[in-house]
């Protein structure tokens, strides 16, 4: 039974509230994308994602507690589920913000993503790139774009502008679809990609976007920039 409590090991469960695909499910070194609320056995929230961008992080290298990295292979593309995790696969003895020492913690997540298996978003090339120079993580990439609202209303174009945008790939730079997007495209490739809203503005109003609003985007990459991963600065 896919949405039966699930008995982890050392006080942790997994409880689903609604399915995932049943067949994209994370491992070690996959790079997921979540929305998370964490909560107080007594029910009092300490920390959401859902007011905003969704987490991303590199499953399996201590970037987040214990128990998410245990907890989080269990769970296919699209599911939701209440994670417990006992004091000794979180915090253990020590406070960490609101949380007090000592506290078991409760996580209502959904992963959103695996990797670069998000739902709903989509990239349609219109012309190809060279097919070698993919952006990696903290490379500096150059692009034109163009940006719609859902009703095909142009909000911004760097064409017009006459100045291409510059970031850094997959350092929460930009909104998380585009991150989700320039590294599956290669230099010299111009693509639309549409945007599902919680990988845009989510439910913030952002300028001229209103919440919760799918975007569409035309994009071309210019260039990368290798960037040393282990660098935080581009000059290092």
């Given at each position: 039974d896919r949405m039966a409590l699930q008995n982890l090991g050392g006080?942790?469960?997994?409880?689903?509230?609604v399915p995932g695909d049943g067949e994209t499910f994370p491992a070690a070194e996959s790079y997921?994308?979540?929305h998370y609320t964490g909560s107080l056995e007594?029910?009092?929230v300490f920390d959401t994602s859902r007011a905003g961008n969704p987490f991303s992080f590199t499953l399996g290298r201590g970037r987040v507690i214990r128990g998410w990295d245990l907890a989080l292979p269990h769970m296919s593309l699209g599911e939701r589920a209440v994670i417990h995790i006992p004091n000794s696969m979180a915090y253990a003895d020590r406070a960490h913000g609101k949380v007090p020492a000592g506290a078991d913690l409760n996580f209502d997540i959904e992963l959103l993503a695996v990797d670069t298996a998000a739902a709903n978003l989509t990239i349609v090339t219109q012309r190809p790139?060279?097919?070698?120079?993919?952006?990696?993580?903290?490379?500096?990439?150059?692009?034109h774009f163009r940006a719609y609202l859902p009703d095909g209303t142009k909000f911004d174009d760097t064409w017009e502008r006459g100045r291409a945008?510059?970031?850094s790939a997959r350092i929460g730079q930009?909104?998380?679809g585009w991150d989700l997007a320039v590294i599956q495209m290669s230099v010299g490739e111009r693509a639309r990609v549409h945007v599902p809203c919680v990988f845009a503005g989510g439910h913030k109003q952002m300028?001229?976007?209103?919440?919760?609003?799918?975007?569409?985007?035309?994009i071309e990459l210019l260039a990368v920039k290798r960037i040393d991963s282990h660098c935080m600065i581009d000059n290092c």
């Open positions: 006080g942790l469960t997994l409880r689903p509230l997921v994308f979540v007594d029910g009092t790139g060279d097919n070698k120079t993919f952006p990696k993580a903290r490379d500096r990439v150059t692009i945008y510059e970031f930009v909104i998380m300028g001229p976007v209103p919440p919760d609003s799918d975007l569409d985007f035309e």
